[in-house]
Every structure is written in C-alpha cells, then in structure tokens.
C-alpha cells in the first residue's frame, strides 16, 4: 500500500507534459534547493489529467487535487484502489471516465520483517524502503479522480519491490500512457517490466544485547516435603 511519495511542483508537471507530447526522456532538474517534499493522504498534489472525461484524447493538463477518496464508512480517506477490483463501484466511474497520472521521483513502502527506529519517536517501526526509476527520472503512477480528489491504483509487486512490500503503486512506462488513460486497463496489471531502485530510508534497528556466554541463572533448590506425624 503505497501511502507516501515525492512530489513535483506545478511548474514540473508541466515540464513533464511537454516531455510526454514530444516523447523525450523525463528527466526533470529540480529547482534549487533540490529538496523534495514528501506527499501523504489528504494533502494536495499535482497530477496529470485529460482535459475532460470519457474517451476522447484530449490535451493533458496539470491540476491540483487532493490524495484521497472520502468515504463514509470510516474517518479517513481510501487513498488506494487495488487494479483487481476497480471495478466496484466506489471505483467503477472514475475508472472508466476518470483516468490520470500521478508524477513523483520516488514512493516509500515499509519493509515486512526489517525493523527501525522512527527518527521523532525512537519506537521500532518498520523500516522504510524509497522506490525510484534507476536513471532518477520522473515515474508515474496510475491513478484515478473524481471531483476535487485522487486515487493511486495498486498492484501485484514486481521482482523489485516484492522482498519489500505485498503491493506496489501501478507504474507506467512512458510508452504506457495511452493505453492506461484511454485502453484497456487489464494490459497493465503486470509491472515485471518496471525496473526500480530499492534504498532503505532508515538504517535497521540495533538488535537486543545477546546473552550468549552469560551463566544461566540456577532456579532456588527446594526444600523436600516432611512426612506428616
């Protein structure tokens, strides 16, 4: 469940659009300072989009929209919609007329077994691992909107990401953004042919002090029962 990810700025995004309308690499020079702001649900973001819905092949657009669907049934926002069941009905319109991406540097996922320390508490927590295209350039991920907010579509993890987590953002390849805006979206569902750079975020916790070598502890020796008179 991808929950975090770097982001572009406005400007950026649409740098990026003029790399995908003239098929150029989407190697993007961030502003100075080259910092990146991490993105969580329920903050705003620029995402790609069509200029409007439905199947027409319109003009792509920057737009700024929130990462997350509110939902009724529970307090938070669902900010993940697994490809397998997209097609229930929280999803079903968005996907079908509602299609965009979402451009980031990288997306974070918690490791499984390896633990860390968190940098504000000092609780173990599991240690985060930061996702990225090997030549640095821009990944995008697919995603789905409706109204003001956003959804990014999860999938089956590749060969890179599945020592790491159970799932993975749906990453497009740059010749893939046709078929996930406009096609059949099932195409897509295998990313084994998505490359990705794996770095833990965090180094692993310390393990407790090992006790080998130390004399165990002799329990009390016991007092035989007297027979009663």
């Given at each position: 469940m991808c929950g975090r990810f770097t982001s572009l700025t406005y400007d950026e995004v649409?740098?990026?659009?003029k790399g995908i309308e003239m098929s150029a690499p989407l190697n993007i020079m961030p502003d100075w300072p080259a910092?990146?702001?991490?993105?969580?649900?329920?903050?705003r973001v620029t995402v790609?989009?069509?200029d409007g819905e439905g199947d027409a092949k319109e003009k792509l657009v920057p737009a700024e929209l929130q990462w997350g669907f509110p939902v009724e049934w529970q307090q938070g926002v669902v900010f993940n919609t697994r490809i397998e069941s997209a097609g229930k009905p929280l999803w079903r319109d968005s996907l079908a007329q509602r299609r965009c991406l979402v451009p980031a540097f990288s997306f974070f996922e918690p490791h499984q077994g390896e633990m860390a320390l968190s940098p504000r508490t000092q609780k173990p927590m599991k240690r985060p691992y930061e996702f990225s295209l090997p030549d640095g350039s821009v990944l995008l991920m697919a995603a789905i909107w409706k109204e003001d907010w956003f959804s990014i579509l999860t999938t089956e993890p590749n060969a890179s990401v599945a020592p790491v987590h159970l799932r993975m953002p749906l990453v497009i390849a740059q010749n893939e953004i046709e078929t996930w805006l406009h096609g059949d979206y099932g195409t897509l569902i295998d990313r084994s042919a998505i490359n990705l750079t794996a770095t833990p975020e965090l180094p692993l916790a310390q393990p407790p002090s090992s006790t080998a070598g130390l004399p165990l502890a002799q329990p009390p020796t016991s007092t035989p029962k007297?027979?009663?008179i």
């Amino acid at each position: 469940m991808c929950g975090r990810f770097t982001s572009l700025t406005y400007d950026e995004v649409a740098d990026v659009i003029k790399g995908i309308e003239m098929s150029a690499p989407l190697n993007i020079m961030p502003d100075w300072p080259a910092t990146r702001p991490n993105v969580y649900p329920k903050m705003r973001v620029t995402v790609i989009r069509p200029d409007g819905e439905g199947d027409a092949k319109e003009k792509l657009v920057p737009a700024e929209l929130q990462w997350g669907f509110p939902v009724e049934w529970q307090q938070g926002v669902v900010f993940n919609t697994r490809i397998e069941s997209a097609g229930k009905p929280l999803w079903r319109d968005s996907l079908a007329q509602r299609r965009c991406l979402v451009p980031a540097f990288s997306f974070f996922e918690p490791h499984q077994g390896e633990m860390a320390l968190s940098p504000r508490t000092q609780k173990p927590m599991k240690r985060p691992y930061e996702f990225s295209l090997p030549d640095g350039s821009v990944l995008l991920m697919a995603a789905i909107w409706k109204e003001d907010w956003f959804s990014i579509l999860t999938t089956e993890p590749n060969a890179s990401v599945a020592p790491v987590h159970l799932r993975m953002p749906l990453v497009i390849a740059q010749n893939e953004i046709e078929t996930w805006l406009h096609g059949d979206y099932g195409t897509l569902i295998d990313r084994s042919a998505i490359n990705l750079t794996a770095t833990p975020e965090l180094p692993l916790a310390q393990p407790p002090s090992s006790t080998a070598g130390l004399p165990l502890a002799q329990p009390p020796t016991s007092t035989p029962k007297l027979p009663l008179i």
